[in-house]
């Protein structure tokens, strides 16, 4: 999985504004890509971030960047937790959320749409979007609470993007990219 890959997908969780973002890499085998797992994680670690797979399919693997603290937070906010619970989630712990998360990506033919609150968005918009409302604003996720709020930190997960890509075509390191957070 190439450094690229990450910067291209992760910057807003690498520089501390996002929870959580996805992206789906090819590897040749488990073993190759969870040593390139463990590299990253040796990277993130101290910034506090994780690289773990979701799930596998064809040769590609689902990878899910994240930040565990901001994580555990979003998932303390109740909403979160009744929109986990409907679809069989405990709430009390983050580890058996990611769990939960990867048992129903191997079973689900689509997305669980509750994987939006592992990736940092609104608990609102994921309930608009579970129930079929009509959206106000399309971006990064679909958007049925604070279009203004949204739009806002579009741009910012836009600018952050464009940032991190100049730089680390410029020849900065994944490690220099990945922010510490408080």
Excluded: Q
């Amino acid at each position: 999985m190439s450094e690229e890959l990450v910067v291209r997908h992760c910057s807003p969780t690498l520089a501390g504004l996002k929870t959580g973002n996805m992206f789906t890499a090819a590897f040749s085998g488990k073993e190759d890509l969870r040593c390139e797992l463990c590299r990253l994680n040796r990277i993130f670690v101290k910034k506090g971030l994780r690289a773990i797979p979701l799930r596998y399919k064809d040769n590609r693997a689902l990878i899910y960047i994240y930040r565990p603290d901001r994580l555990k937070e979003d998932l303390k906010n109740s909403s979160a937790c009744e929109v986990l619970k409907s679809c069989g989630y405990s709430c009390k712990s983050t580890g058996k959320c990611i769990g939960r998360l990867i048992e129903r990506l191997k079973t689900s033919e689509d997305f669980p749409h509750e994987i939006g609150l592992f990736l940092g968005y609104p608990p609102e918009d994921v309930t608009g979007f579970i129930e079929k409302r009509s959206c106000k604003l399309t971006g990064f996720w679909k958007v049925y609470g604070d279009p203004e709020l949204a739009k806002k930190r579009f741009a910012s997960y836009r600018k952050c993007m464009n940032v991190y890509y100049n730089c680390w075509s410029e020849g900065c390191s994944l490690e220099r990219l990945a922010v510490a957070t408080v």
